[in-house]
């Protein structure tokens, strides 16, 4: 039996009780080909996938409609109940909403569910639930992600990955949308009409496939997954510590050119001259239901946009005042009422930032900012944040080598590495071109929407969640360090600090889970080492802003854009460190 193929192998025990009947359709069967696919198809369909990775996606669009021809279009009045009619009619993951004509956003059926559980939580009438506009919650066409006619398939699986969208539409140079393309419609591509469908596609990949038995269970998480899995019910605690450096030739009316300009005194360590600012709050409020009280930190970064010095108005204003409202609303929102002991629930990233920002345009405030609020949420262990131009965060993280897939991440082999700590998220930047982030900002008037100009508003942030666990550290920092230091090298550095603080050894995670499980946390430890991580990634970052040598991600970015640039750039840089743990700073019990 050991020298059979595959096929004879797995076909003996059937034949062995199979009657008369069943032989005849095993044989039947066998004549179709097997379900199990060999080594050499393996290689024809790899080779098949390449191929199809080169092919213009306006063929997928082409053959899409040759197929089946539906209008992916719902006006901005129609409701949600008649914009669900319509994605479930159409098999539709998304559609473009118009006005008088116009295309004016995007709605997907991640919306019309996003929307309908928003309602649902809040206890709202199902009736008013169903009778919500398509234009309250579409996506503005402002933040509307879309891929050329000329594109590849390839390129728009990668687009779509990366930012976690379902379908994309396709814009002609002359600004029509000529459709929606789904991941479904490129897997789908490619396939012929008997492929689909017919007794010898549904026998070779579909009828051993279909039905699970009675007694199906779900598997138990991986091994090493469950010590963090143990932890989920107990809640986590974010050591913080943050480190501040200017722009390193920044004096009294400005920056100088260069260290000869700015002669040859000590290079500028005081924050005050920083157009940078950010902000740490720890508040206390209820949860969505109104029903628990929880302990939240809020941190923000924001970039203060130096070219405003030209026009005779000091950056730094703008994004200070932005930094400080944010905290504000946020004192102010913790704190109870006169006549009402109740508290504001937990308030969204985005919503702070909408708000900070009304307030800033309200004081009349001139200037810009790029900026990027968090919100780590120790209960639920989720750190929500928003983002909107080039400032941003990190999560590193100890992830197992043997966990399939991990590897394909590193550049170095598993034997060249003394640790599992890597990069686990890189939050998404937003840039009209290289150099030109994203920006929040007032000239002292409303712009007119025809008007082009850098300017965004709060709900054009990039915001998502992600699911924090105990050791991983986080970092938030404007654009000053991640200019300058390569997101590995940035890891690197993390751990070297680990294992300088105690809390991995010889790079075993094994032994941090015992001591875990020990109940101890060394987050006293934590707490106090916080600020000197920070510290030490504000410092690299001016070190090699001011390296000629060595191109910073900054330069080999712009000559990727076409624009010759060789070493750092120097800037204004923040650090915000943070460090999840067990504990919180006050137990003592551990130590």
Known sequence: ????????????????????????????????????????????????????????????????????????????????????????????????????????????????????????????????IMERKIGDFMTPISQVIYARPEETIGMCRTIMAKLGIKCIPILSREGRVEGLITARDMSDYGLEAEERGGKK????????????????????????????????QSPLYCNVGVAELPHPFKIEYGIAANRKDFGAGELNIDPEWSEDAYFVTAVNMKDEKNERERDVIYLGVADGVGSWREYGVDPRIFSHSLMEECSNILQEASAPKQGCEKFRRVIAPAEILAQAYERVKAENIIGSTTACIALFDQIRHQLHFSNLGDSGLIVLRHIDSDI???????????????????????????????????????????????????????????????????????????????????????????????????????????????????GNSLTCISADKMPDLAQR?????????????????????????????????PDDCTVIAMHVVGRPPSDNVEQ
Request: hydrophobic residues 35%; charged residues 30%.
């Open 404 to 518: 399939a897939g991990s590897l394909k991440r590193d550049k170095k082999p598993r034997t060249e590495r003394t640790s599992d700590l890597r990069v686990a998220f890189v939050s998404q930047q937003q840039l009209h071109s290289f150099n030109h982030p994203y920006q929040l900002g007032w000239t002292g008037k409303e712009t007119g929407e025809d008007e082009t100009d850098s300017f965004r508003i709060a709900a054009d942030a990039c915001t998502t969640s992600i699911h924090i666990r105990r050791g991983d550290i986080i970092i938030l920092a404007t654009d000053g360090l991640f200019d300058n230091v390569d997101v590995d090298d940035i890891c690197q550095m993390a751990l070297e600090w680990e294992q300088e603080c105690g809390f991995i050894r010889s790079g075993d995670i094994v032994s941090r889970e015992k001591r875990w499980a020990m």
């Open 1 to 128: 039996m050991l020298g059979m193929s595959r096929k004879q192998y797995l076909c003996i025990p059937i034949r062995l009780f199979a009657s008369c009947g069943d032989e005849k359709r095993i044989k039947k069967r066998e004549s179709l080909g097997s379900p199990f696919i060999g080594r050499e198809d393996h290689k024809r369909e790899e080779q098949k996938r390449r191929r199809l990775s080169d092919v213009p996606i306006s063929d997928v669009l082409e053959a899409k409609h040759s197929f089946r021809w539906v209008d992916p279009v719902i006006d901005r009045d129609s409701t949600l109940r008649e914009a669900i009619t319509v994605s479930i009619e159409g098999g539709l993951s998304g559609m473009m909403v118009v006005y008088d004509k116009k295309v004016v956003g995007l709605a997907t059926s991640r919306d019309l569910l996003r929307t309908t559980a928003a309602g649902l939580r809040d206890n709202d009438n199902p009736r008013d």
């Open 201 to 232: 596609s549904y026998l070779q990949h579909v009828s051993e496939r279909v039905g699970l038995s009675s007694n199906t269970s779900m598997a138990e998480p991986p091994a090493y997954l469950q010590a963090h899995l143990a932890l989920e």
């Open 537 to 569: 990634l504000a410092t690299r970052a001016r070190e090699n802003s001011l390296d000629n040598q060595v191109d910073s991600p900054f330069a080999i970015l712009a000559k990727e854009n076409d624009i010759m640039w060789s070493g750092g750039m």
